[in-house]
């Protein structure tokens, strides 16, 4: 019974075995076709996906660097799928992945793509196959910023000063573009401006030709810094020079003193500059000590500068030169009008005179001086005063009396020029004459006719 019907069933799926299989291939390919009807294949672009670089401290451990070359750590993905997978995948859902425990010996690394979703019904395929790699020892160095400053500022204004935060930037990279660098700079713009700026500023890396050199193997231990920068303003003032001694006898400066410059711009806050009108330079290189002809000095004058004040021309390192005219002393005699000599500050209840100047018609005094300045004075504009509250002083006196005093003359001679000596008149103080009384003086002529 059993044997009968297992070759009832054998007979079933033998009898037209090759037309049973005919339809269940037909059948299973009408599947396929309606499935792929519904559901089709899809290729989908996804550009400039970034590769991920992984097991880096394989390189780095070593002391060495890795460069990308040519762009190869960015590919173009290509991913083919059914359509509704891709319902679910984005362009967030792409890796690309290098790893470097795969590095080849000519410095490539396979490129491998995966998706966190659908992974498995994903086939991709990328534009490039590797990442291609510059391996090289990794150099280190650090560098002075230079600052500086870019535009002018306002009229009349000038940069004081420029202090950044740090002064020093440290960097690491491969060694080709590490040898290559060769200052680093940060610059700030002041154009404008009147006061003080405090801004940030980008380090910026350049060659000895000044080209910028921009390479993300270089690594900086910072990449700003920050920067105080002072503006100033300015004024010009005259320089002022003091001979500390004299010339030999005999000599005298003659007050030619001529400078290169003989004016400088001088920066500062405006409260101090506004107590600023000269600078004055007093300065043992000035001597003249014993010489008989002019002298030419350097004299550098920076330390003469007031506090809170600089140069505005910061390559203005200070020196100047100076030029001291020394010539022969020249003397001569003048013979002073009488009538130029007068008393000042006389007493009210005594009469004053000089007796030298009421007796004679000139008083000769000799002046000294260089030939120019002695020659412009004239005798006629000479004037001399005795003033009787020196003298008062000078002899310890509290009043005025009649008697005959000595009293110092002082001249309006110029300050180029002066005496040989000291010069003095007599001064008579006398008792001033009362009037007689006015009944006297009106007595009637007439009244000594009558008179015995």
């Not at 037209?16 to 299973?28: D, E, H, Y």
């Not at 560098?143 to 400053?149: A, E, H, L, M, Q």
């Not at 001086?369 to 001399?384: D, F, L, M, P």
Request: charged share 20%.
């Amino acid at each position: 019974m059993k044997n009968s019907i297992v070759k009832k069933a054998a007979g079933v799926i033998t009898n037209n075995f090759g037309l049973k299989l005919l339809a269940i291939v037909i059948s299973c390919g009408l599947w396929f076709m309606v499935d792929s009807i519904t559901d089709p294949v899809e290729r989908k672009v996804f550009n400039n996906i970034p590769v991920e670089i992984i097991n880096t401290e394989l390189i780095t451990n070593e002391g060495k660097v890795y460069e990308v070359l040519d762009g190869t750590d960015t590919v173009n993905v290509t991913a083919i799928g059914k359509s509704s997978v891709f319902d679910y995948v984005s362009r967030d859902d792409l890796k690309a992945v290098a790893d470097l425990s795969e590095l080849t010996f000519m410095n490539t690394v396979g490129i491998r793509v995966s998706s966190a979703r659908n992974n498995s019904e994903l086939e991709f395929r990328t534009n490039i196959d590797n990442v291609k790699l510059a391996i090289e020892k990794m150099d280190r160095d650090q560098k002075v910023i230079n600052v500086s400053t870019s535009g002018e500022p306002a009229s009349g204004y000038v940069v004081g000063g420029i202090t950044p935060s740090q002064n020093v930037v440290r960097y690491s990279g491969p060694e080709s573009l590490i040898n290559q660098i060769d200052h680093i700079d940060a610059v700030i713009n002041i154009n404008g401006y009147s006061s003080d700026i405090n801004t940030t500023a980008d380090l910026k890396i350049y060659d000895a030709d000044n080209n910028e050199i921009k390479n993300s193997s270089i690594k900086l231990n910072i990449t700003t810094v920050d920067v105080a920068v002072s503006i100033l303003a300015t004024k010009i003032v005259p320089l002022s020079f003091v001979v500390p001694d004299e010339p030999a006898s005999g000599y005298v400066v003659n007050g030619e003193m001529l400078s290169v410059p003989e004016t400088v711009v001088i920066a500062g806050r405006s409260g101090v500059l506004d107590g600023v009108s000269r600078i004055v330079v007093s300065d043992p290189a000035l001597s003249v000590e014993d010489l008989t002809e002019s002298k030419t000095a350097i004299v550098n004058i920076r330390k003469y500068l007031p506090t809170g004040v600089q140069f505005a021309d910061s390559s203005f390192n200070g020196n100047v030169s100076v030029t001291i005219g020394i010539e022969p002393l020249v003397t001569k005699e003048l013979k002073v009008p009488s009538r130029n000599f007068a008393a000042g500050n006389t007493p009210e209840n005594l009469n004053v005179t000089l007796k030298e100047a009421k007796e004679q018609e000139t008083y000769t005094i000799r002046i000294s001086g260089t030939s120019a300045a002695v020659e412009a004075v004239q005798e006629e504009s000479v004037i001399g005063v005795v003033d009787m509250d020196s003298l008062l002083q000078k002899l310890e006196l509290t009043e005025w009396s009649a008697g005959v005093y000595q009293g110092d003359l002082t001249f309006n001679l110029p300050d180029t020029v002066t005496l040989e000596k000291p010069y003095q008149m007599t001064v008579v103080l006398e008792e001033i004459e009362q009037e007689p009384d006015a009944e006297m003086n009106n007595i009637d002529p007439g009244t000594n006719n009558n008179i015995e």
